[in-house]
């Protein structure tokens, strides 16, 4: 099993920044693709920012030009810049990550941005 510990999160003014990490651990870990999902109140999870292997990166078209998806593969971590916070932008993020094929999530982050 992977288990996946996020944080980072807090409460900050609309315009402020935050880094979001997410540290992977577990036996004979082979990760794929990890992402950024958010969870607001109301709505359906999120797809915010995938990273594969290769390093390729893709954002929902929201925070395309404002956060930041990076990946240290040795050690198997994940971050999430995020520059620019928006109120919209509040939720819990949750950490994904893809082994063997399956998917493993940490139970989440809560990022809340003040208007």
């Known amino acids: 099993q992977v288990q996946l510990v996020e944080s980072g999160g807090g409460l900050v003014q609309a315009g402020r920044s935050l880094r979001l990490s997410c540290v992977a651990s577990?036996?004979?870990?082979?990760?794929?693709?990890m992402s950024w999902y958010r969870q607001r109140t109301g709505k359906e999870r999120e797809l915010v920012a995938t990273?594969?292997?290769?390093?390729?990166?893709a954002y929902v078209g929201s925070v395309k030009d404002r956060f930041t998806i990076s990946r240290q593969n040795q050690n198997n971590t994940v971050y999430l810049q995020m520059n620019s916070l928006k109120p919209e932008d509040t939720a819990v993020y949750v950490c994904?990550?893809?082994?063997?094929?399956?998917?493993?999530w940490g139970k989440g982050t809560q990022v809340t941005v003040s208007s």
């Open positions: 994904n990550a893809i082994s063997n094929g399956d998917h493993y």
């Open positions: 577990g036996d004979a870990l082979r990760l794929g693709a």
């Open positions: 990273i594969l292997r290769d390093g390729k990166t």
